[in-house]
């Protein structure tokens, strides 16, 4: 079997996806404790879903997340599960999100499979993220 493939109970999978959101407006706060906090509560949420994180990186304004996933989650699920378990802990945890914000995030997202350029590039794009 190809590497990188996943065997499960009745079923061989690659499933890899790239996401991205941003905040509402697309404010800038992102930033210090708001985004190391957010960055634990992704990584959380995915071992909770039996996702695998590859890469991750949070901007000031937008989020970036590459993961393996079960083909029995669907990506609309994945991302909707990261964005309002996430959306309810940071606007509990820190008030000024509710004050300067009416929900943390936009409704949209991106989201591409890889396939059409290699993994590697993909996590080289969200590790560079940082320096752009």
């Known amino acids: 079997m190809p590497k990188g493939y996943v065997r499960a109970e009745t079923k ?3 499933m890899h996806y790239h996401f991205v959101w941003s905040p509402k407006y697309r404010r800038p706060v992102l930033v210090g ?5 957010l960055k634990g509560l992704i990584w959380e949420k995915a071992a909770e879903m039996g996702c695998h994180i590859i890469a991750l990186e949070v901007m000031p304004d937008h989020v970036h997340l590459f993961l393996q996933a079960d083909p029995t989650i669907s990506p609309n699920k994945i991302v909707g599960m990261m964005k309002g378990y996430s959306s309810r802990v940071l606007r509990q945890e820190f008030p000024e999100l ?4 009416p929900t ?3 409704r949209s997202y991106f989201v591409s499979t890889y396939g059409h350029v290699s993994s590697e590039t993909i996590k080289r794009y969200v590790e560079e993220q940082k320096g752009v």
């Open 98 to 101: 509710r004050s300067r914000l």
């Open 12 to 14: 061989v999978h690659f």
């Open 104 to 106: 943390l995030w936009t």
């Open 33 to 37: 404790k708001v985004e190391e906090r």
